[in-house]
């Protein structure tokens, strides 16, 4: 069946696959930059500097003897982040078909070395691969790598979408591998989130629910004996259910947490009057920067900032639905499905509603890997959204016509 494109009488295909190539779209083919979600973003990553600085000025005093050591790094990590997020904008979104299979690959021989002792160990997981003074995070690497294997091959496999051996197995043993070898390293919250991704889109582009019903079905209780094997992550489970009971032990860092935004109530304390990052909440300025959030804001602050993440949730949602092709239409899903999870994940471990998960908050978090690429991910959005189906017609890769998912469906529904 050939898709109707709204924008064209009849149903016509618009410009060929070939016409539409190249490493970037001339301004005359495409629309201008998405300003209200480069605005939240960059609006973001400013206020993720100031609390970087406020959350670590005590803790980086103390162990490097300068308070703004998280501060300069983190403000050099944010603009190779912008100029990162401003190359993502320019290009032509189905250039990276070319580079996922090489991307994918070198996320995963970065996870296996850092699972097998080359990686650097930080609280007990190997998630870092070090390059001198910078360290690389190969999760990261990983979550933005399956959103492009998965967009990319669903996308050229659209027709097959609804097969086993096709459409659905072969992208569930590519993400079981993956998830894996981050179980092994271990982390946990990165398996969760590709798990989650991989689900996501397969719904997304058409996938026959029974299917998925079948993985959820087999996944749950795989994840469970993944859960009760391991000590470290039953203990997590145990604080979880009751964190005030271990708060004098494994509980400690998540009970802190909560009694931040105990203390910040609805205005907080004031910024950088915080008292929790003086030694008493571990990781203040990384996993945990939402509580300093919650303390020294307050609810208000806390709901300004999660109405900052739905604004981009809202203009990724409508990028995908807007865009020119499947392929186009999966990676602004997947982009922005990876974005909100994380944040819901991280504020739920930070209000101990969600076992400990230690992922990262997007945009504010110290930390280069994540700010760097998530940034990435975020202009390949907006490239997204300046081709849309009103302007550059394109066609899935390897395919005359344009398969219909069901997110595609309603966008040519609400067209």
Known sequence: MRARHPALPGGSAGPSR???????????????????????????????????????AVFAAREYGDPMHFLIRQSIFAVAGLVAMWIGSRLDYRTLQRVTYP????????????????????????????????????????????ILYLSYSLAKKAEKVKTF?????????????????????????????????????????????????????????LAWLA??????????????????????????????????????????????????????????????????????????GVLCLLACFAVITWRGVRAALRAADVYGMLVAFGITLLIGMQVLV????????????????????????SLVLSLFAVGVLLSVSRTTSTSVLGEAPGSGEKPIGVVARGAQAAA
């Open 103 to 146: 991307v994918l690959v070198l996320a995963g021989i970065g996870l296996l070395l850092s699972a097998t002792g080359i990686g650097t160990r930080v609280g007990g997981a190997a998630r870092w691969i070090r390059l001198g003074p910078i360290g690389i995070q190969p999760s990261e690497v990983a979550k933005v790598g399956m």
């Open 227 to 300: 859960v009760v094997s391991s000590a470290y992550r039953m203990e997590r489970i145990r604080v979880f259910l009751d964190p005030l009971r271990y708060r004098l032990g494994a509980g400690y860092q998540v009970s802190e947490s909560i009694l931040s935004f105990g203390v910040g109530g609805v205005t907080g304390v004031g910024l950088g009057d915080g008292r929790q990052k003086l030694m008493y909440l571990p990781a203040a300025h990384n996993d945990f920067i939402g509580a300093i959030v919650g303390e020294e804001l307050g609810l208000v």
């Open 18 to 56: 070939r016409e539409n190539e190249g490493s970037v779209i001339g301004d005359s083919q495409r629309g201008p930059v998405d300003g209200v979600l480069a605005s939240a973003v960059i609006l973001l990553v400013g206020f993720g500097i100031v609390m970087v600085y406020s959350s670590s």
């Open 346 to 369: 991280n504020f739920g471990v930070t209000m101990g509603v969600l076992p400990t998960k230690g992922l990262t908050l997007p945009f504010v978090s110290y930390g280069g890997s």
């Open 165 to 221: 051996t096709i459409g659905f197995l072969p992208h569930v043993v590519v993400a079981g591998l993956f998830m894996t070898i981050c179980l092994g390293q271990p982390d946990f919250g990165s398996a969760v989130i590709i798990a989650f991704t991989t689900f996501a889109l397969l719904f997304v582009a058409g996938a026959r629910m029974g299917y998925l019903l079948g993985a959820v079905l087999v996944a749950v209780p």
